[in-house]
């Protein structure tokens, strides 16, 4: 059974930084697209970012632009996201997603919350 688990999530305030980690197991992990996504209180869970099985494309909602930098390390099944000048609006709980051979597997998420 795939599983993934995301850490790193926490209390921060605004202007920090956090880097947050996906560690993937039972999984083809180097052909996998991964993704981040976050799903704030009452909102719907959106996309924050995007990478491809080598790293070379790399795609980012426009609130993540600049701020965002995702990245992976297929030797190490791992997938992570550094973020950088957080706003209170960033606050989520954030999930690691892979896609691969057409199916989607989805980790519990880990919760960042932005607060002074």
């Known amino acids: 059974q795939v599983q993934l688990v995301e850490s790193g999530g926490g209390l921060v305030q605004p202007g920090g930084s956090l880097r947050l980690s996906c560690a993937a197991s039972?999984?083809?992990?180097?052909?996998?697209?991964m993704s981040w996504y976050r799903q704030a209180p009452g909102k719907e869970r959106e996309l924050v970012a995007t990478i491809g099985t080598t790293s070379s494309t790399t795609t980012y909602a426009d609130s993540a632009k600049g701020r965002f930098t995702i990245s992976r390390d297929n030797g190490k099944n791992s997938l992570y996201l550094q973020m950088n000048r957080l706003k209170s609006e960033d606050t989520a709980v954030y999930y690691c997603?892979?896609?691969?051979?057409?199916?989607?597997?989805w980790g519990q998420g880990t919760q960042v919350t932005v607060s002074s």
């Open positions: 997603r892979a896609f691969l051979y057409s199916r989607d597997y």
């Open positions: 039972r999984l083809t992990f180097s052909r996998a697209v």
